[in-house]
C-alpha cells in the first residue's frame, strides 16, 4: 500500500518522519511522499488548510492510499481529511499497532494489541459514530448501523472480556516467577528502543535462536532462558521495545509483558551505539522515561552500548563520553560479533551480587501508604499484602537505599521479618 507521512511540529520539536518511516515500512507500506509543517496544531486538519490542499494534490499525483500522520489525530481531523484527499488518514498510534499486529506471534500479544486497539477507540467511539452517519468516508466505514450507546457499550463488554484473559494468562506467568524466585533465579531483564539489538544480545548470552531483523517490534512477547553468570543462576528475558512517545494506552495493555521488566532483579539497557551522538542521547533518554512510566525504577541498571563493530574507535570514545552523565554502568559490546560480552556479564553480576532482599511489616496508620507508594521508586518491590491493620512488603534494592528504607521503616513502628543479600550460588 502506498503512503504519504506527514508531521506537524512545534518550533524546537524533534522531527520524526525517518522514524515513521521507518515504522510504516515494517508495517508494510511503500512511503511515496512525506510533508512537515511547523505551526500549532489546526483543530480541523491538524496540519494547516493550506497543507491540507497541498496534501490532497499530492495523494493526487502520487497515487497514494493512506496518509499516516505522526500526530495524534481527533476523529474530526481523520474525517475532514479522508474528505479532502480521498484516502483514510491514520496517526501514528493506529500505525504502531498496525506494526504489532503484523509482528505478533502469541495469544498474549494479540489480545494486549486488541486491548490497546480498543481502549483507543472507547474514548473517540460517540463521535465516530456521529460522524458515520454524516457520510460515508475512507476510514469510517460500517459503523452506520450502530446507534452510539449500542456501540459504546459493545466495545467495554470487549474490553472487560480481554482484561479477564489476560488476568488469567498473568496469574500463570507469576506462579511461574514465584517457582523460578523459590529455585534460587536471579531475574535479568533486556530493555531498549526497539531494533537496539535486544533480541541479538539474548541470542548472544542464550545460545538461543530467537528471531531478529532490521524491522521494528520484533518481539512482542517475553522470552526467558537460563544463564550462569559468575557462578549465580541468572534467568534472562527479551522483552517488547520502547519508542518515542509510546502512547500510555498501549504501556497499560501490555503491562502484563512489561511486568518482566518492572519485577526483574537487574535491566541491561541495550543501546544502539551506531547512531549520531544526539539520536543516542535521544533513545536513551527516551528509554529512562518509559521505565520510570512503568514504574522499572529502583532496579540496578547495566548499559551496553551495542553495535560497537561499527564504529572507529574516537567514535565510540564520543558516545561513551556523552553518555556517562545519561545512563550508568557502560559496557561497550557488540552482540553480532559476541565482543566484550564476559565483562558484560561480570558486569550484569556485580550488579545482581549488590541488591539486598527485605520483608518488613507496618501498622496501617497516616504515612504507611505514602511510604509503601515511594517504596516502588526507590526499589524493586516483590509482594504487597494487607491484613487487618499491617501491611506486609517484600522488596529488593541496593544497599544504600535499603540502609534508608528501614531507617523510615523504623520511624513508622514497623519491624524487619528478614533481610539478606540476594545472591545464590551453585
Same mark, same amino acid.
Given at each position: 500500500?502506498?503512503?504519504?507521512?506527514?508531521?506537524? !511540529?512545534?518550533?524546537?520539536?524533534?522531527?520524526?518522519?525517518?522514524?515513521? &518511516? +521507518?515504522?510504516?515500512?515494517?508495517?508494510?507500506?511503500?512511503?511515496?511522499? +512525506?510533508?512537515?509543517?511547523?505551526?500549532?496544531?489546526?483543530?480541523?486538519?491538524?496540519?494547516?488548510?493550506?497543507?491540507?490542499?497541498?496534501?490532497?494534490?499530492?495523494?493526487?499525483?502520487l497515487r497514494a492510499d493512506r496518509l499516516i500522520f505522526d500526530n495524534s489525530l481527533k476523529p474530526i481531523q481523520s474525517y475532514n481529511l479522508a474528505k479532502i484527499t480521498g484516502v483514510e488518514a491514520i496517526d501514528r498510534f493506529q500505525?504502531?499497532?498496525?506494526?504489532? $499486529?503484523?509482528?505478533?506471534?502469541?495469544?498474549?500479544?494479540?489480545?494486549?494489541?486488541?486491548?490497546?486497539?480498543?481502549?483507543?477507540?472507547?474514548?473517540?467511539?460517540?463521535?465516530?459514530?456521529?460522524?458515520?452517519?454524516?457520510?460515508?468516508?475512507?476510514?469510517?466505514?460500517?459503523?452506520?448501523?450502530?446507534?452510539?450507546?449500542?456501540?459504546?457499550?459493545?466495545?467495554?463488554?470487549?474490553?472487560?472480556?480481554?482484561?479477564?484473559?489476560?488476568?488469567?494468562?498473568?496469574?500463570? !506467568?507469576?506462579?511461574?516467577?514465584?517457582?523460578?524466585?523459590? /529455585?534460587?533465579?536471579?531475574?535479568?531483564?533486556?530493555?531498549?528502543?526497539?531494533?537496539?539489538?535486544?533480541?541479538?544480545?539474548?541470542?548472544?548470552?542464550?545460545?538461543?535462536?530467537?528471531?531478529?531483523?532490521?524491522?521494528?517490534?520484533?518481539? /512482542?512477547?517475553?522470552?526467558?532462558?537460563?544463564? =550462569?553468570?559468575?557462578?549465580? !543462576?541468572?534467568?534472562? *528475558?527479551?522483552?517488547?521495545?520502547?519508542?518515542?512517545?509510546?502512547?500510555?494506552?498501549?504501556?497499560?495493555?501490555?503491562? +502484563?509483558?512489561?511486568?518482566?521488566?518492572?519485577? +526483574?532483579?537487574?535491566? $541491561?539497557?541495550? $543501546?544502539?551505539?551506531?547512531?549520531?551522538?544526539?539520536?543516542?542521547?535521544? =533513545?536513551?533518554?527516551?528509554?529512562?522515561?518509559?521505565?520510570?512510566?512503568?514504574?522499572?525504577?529502583?532496579?540496578?541498571?547495566?548499559?551496553?552500548?551495542?553495535?560497537?563493530?561499527?564504529?572507529?574507535?574516537?567514535?565510540?570514545?564520543?558516545?561513551?563520553?556523552?553518555?556517562?552523565?545519561?545512563?550508568?554502568? /557502560?559496557?561497550?559490546?557488540?552482540?553480532?560479533?559476541?565482543?566484550?560480552?564476559?565483562?558484560?556479564?561480570?558486569?550484569?553480576? &556485580?550488579?545482581?551480587?549488590?541488591?539486598?532482599?527485605?520483608?518488613?511489616?507496618?501498622?496501617?496508620?497516616?504515612?504507611?501508604?505514602?511510604?509503601?507508594?515511594?517504596?516502588?521508586? $526507590?526499589?524493586?518491590?516483590?509482594?504487597?499484602?494487607?491484613?487487618?491493620?499491617?501491611?506486609?512488603?517484600?522488596?529488593?534494592?541496593?544497599?544504600?537505599?535499603?540502609?534508608?528504607?528501614?531507617?523510615?521503616?523504623?520511624?513508622?513502628?514497623?519491624?524487619?521479618?528478614?533481610? &539478606?543479600?540476594?545472591?545464590? *550460588?551453585?
Amino acid at each position: 500500500m502506498r503512503a504519504i507521512t506527514v508531521q506537524r !511540529r512545534g518550533r524546537g520539536e524533534h522531527p520524526s518522519l525517518d522514524e515513521l &518511516k +521507518s515504522l510504516a515500512e515494517s508495517a508494510g507500506y511503500v512511503i511515496v511522499g +512525506s510533508i512537515e509543517q511547523v505551526r500549532k496544531p489546526d483543530s480541523e486538519y491538524q496540519i494547516g488548510v493550506g497543507k491540507a490542499a497541498e496534501l490532497e494534490r499530492l495523494v493526487q499525483d502520487l497515487r497514494a492510499d493512506r496518509l499516516i500522520f505522526d500526530n495524534s489525530l481527533k476523529p474530526i481531523q481523520s474525517y475532514n481529511l479522508a474528505k479532502i484527499t480521498g484516502v483514510e488518514a491514520i496517526d501514528r498510534f493506529q500505525l504502531i499497532l498496525e506494526v504489532f $499486529v503484523k509482528q505478533a506471534s502469541t495469544e498474549e500479544a494479540k489480545l494486549q494489541i486488541q486491548l490497546a486497539k480498543l481502549r483507543y477507540q472507547l474514548p473517540r467511539a460517540r463521535e465516530s459514530v456521529r460522524l458515520s452517519k454524516m457520510g460515508e468516508q475512507p476510514g469510517f466505514l460500517g459503523l452506520g448501523k450502530y446507534e452510539v450507546d449500542v456501540y459504546y457499550e459493545a466495545v467495554k463488554r470487549q474490553i472487560t472480556q480481554i482484561r479477564r484473559k489476560l488476568k488469567r494468562i498473568r496469574r500463570k !506467568r507469576g506462579l511461574h516467577r514465584v517457582r523460578r524466585l523459590d /529455585l534460587g533465579f536471579s531475574l535479568v531483564s533486556l530493555a531498549g528502543y526497539t531494533n537496539s539489538g535486544k533480541s541479538t544480545l539474548f541470542n548472544a548470552l542464550t545460545e538461543e535462536r530467537v528471531p531478529t531483523s532490521l524491522s521494528l517490534f520484533t518481539t /512482542l512477547s517475553t522470552t526467558t532462558r537460563a544463564v =550462569k553468570l559468575d557462578g549465580k !543462576r541468572a534467568l534472562i *528475558t527479551d522483552t517488547v521495545g520502547f519508542i518515542d512517545r509510546l502512547p500510555l494506552v498501549l504501556v497499560e495493555s501490555f503491562h +502484563s509483558t512489561l511486568e518482566e521488566t518492572i519485577l +526483574s532483579d537487574v535491566i $541491561v539497557l541495550v $543501546v544502539d551505539a551506531s547512531e549520531t551522538i544526539s539520536e543516542v542521547r535521544r =533513545k536513551t533518554s527516551c528509554c529512562f522515561a518509559t521505565l520510570r512510566e512503568i514504574k522499572a525504577v529502583g532496579i540496578p541498571v547495566v548499559t551496553a552500548l551495542n553495535k560497537i563493530d561499527l564504529l572507529k574507535e574516537d567514535e565510540l570514545e564520543e558516545r561513551l563520553s556523552c553518555l556517562r552523565d545519561v545512563t550508568p554502568n /557502560l559496557v561497550p559490546i557488540s552482540a553480532l560479533k559476541a565482543e566484550n560480552l564476559g565483562r558484560l556479564k561480570d558486569e550484569i553480576s &556485580k550488579s545482581l551480587g549488590g541488591l539486598e532482599e527485605a520483608s518488613v511489616v507496618l501498622p496501617l496508620e497516616e504515612g504507611t501508604m505514602s511510604f509503601v507508594s515511594g517504596l516502588y521508586d $526507590v526499589s524493586n518491590v516483590i509482594e504487597v499484602n494487607y491484613r487487618g491493620g499491617s501491611v506486609k512488603v517484600r522488596f529488593r534494592s541496593q544497599p544504600e537505599f535499603m540502609y534508608r528504607i528501614l531507617g523510615q521503616v523504623e520511624k513508622l513502628s514497623g519491624r524487619v521479618l528478614k533481610r &539478606k543479600v540476594s545472591t545464590v *550460588t551453585l
